[in-house]
């Protein structure tokens, strides 16, 4: 079955810890991204990679990283530094980093205590 | 950076109605994306239309790219298409990112 998978589906951290998040994709798309959506809003973009080894900034980047060692993958770690964490996250991919069609995963709920 | 505003934020029907809903951006794009997004969060893709018509069953898509909008309609609604319905557009000669709207939350009832 082709598609993106993210796990965990809910994930509770304490205030100070970094916390990692998975996204595969075997749709064989060149391009992933990251994405956060808090209660009542739309998605913003928090990193992109539209090839392997290479990944940009979004709209707000700050207190996340991530990392693309391989195609499938594109995990998302949230920093201690990341003030305000609590979130619906999910993950993207497309054909390639152009005007391609998104596809999206089920997302992970991260919920700080 | 290029603002997306869908109307209305909210809509409630009875089953069976027809419903309109629209998306205004600001600058030119070069994909156009219609969600719906479900109770337990899945994005589900509906339309990719960055200009054009297109139907799929009970809903289809118009953008008039020139004029900065996009609207999606609804016929025949059911109670399984209730959810939240995101509009989501990438700005010509910007990044690989979609912006999103706000959404519009669609209620149908029995």
């Known amino acids: 079955d082709g598609g993106i998978t993210q796990s965990p589906k809910y994930l509770f951290r304490k205030e100070g810890q970094n916390v990692t998040l998975s996204c595969e994709q075997n749709?064989?798309?060149?391009?992933m991204y990251w994405y956060r959506q808090d209660p009542g809003q739309g998605l913003r973009l928090i990193y992109y990679s539209q090839i392997v080894n290479d990944f940009q900034k979004g709209d707000i980047a700050e207190g996340y990283s991530v990392s693309r060692e391989k195609k499938e993958s594109f995990p998302l770690t949230v920093t201690s530094a990341q003030k305000n964490p609590t979130a619906f996250y999910l993950c993207?991919?497309?054909?390639?980093?152009?005007?391609?069609?998104?596809?999206f995963g089920p997302g992970t709920r991260l919920t700080v205590l | 950076g290029i603002q997306v505003e869908q109307s209305p934020p909210d809509l409630i029907l009875q089953e069976g109605a027809n419903s309109t809903l629209r998306c205004n951006f600001s600058d030119s794009v070069n994909n156009l994306q219609w969600f719906h997004q479900n109770p337990w969060g899945q994005l589900i893709n509906l339309f990719y239309i960055p200009s054009g018509t297109k139907q799929n069953g009970r809903l289809s898509a118009t953008t008039v790219a020139t004029e900065r909008y996009s609207l999606l309609y609804i016929s025949s609604s059911q109670t399984t298409d209730s959810g939240v319905y995101f509009c989501a557009v990438r700005n010509t000669g910007t990044a690989s990112k979609l912006t999103f709207g706000t959404g519009t939350r669609l209620q149908v009832t029995l």
């Open positions: 749709l064989n798309h060149d391009a």
């Open positions: 993207a991919s497309s054909i390639n980093g152009g005007y391609n069609e998104q596809f």
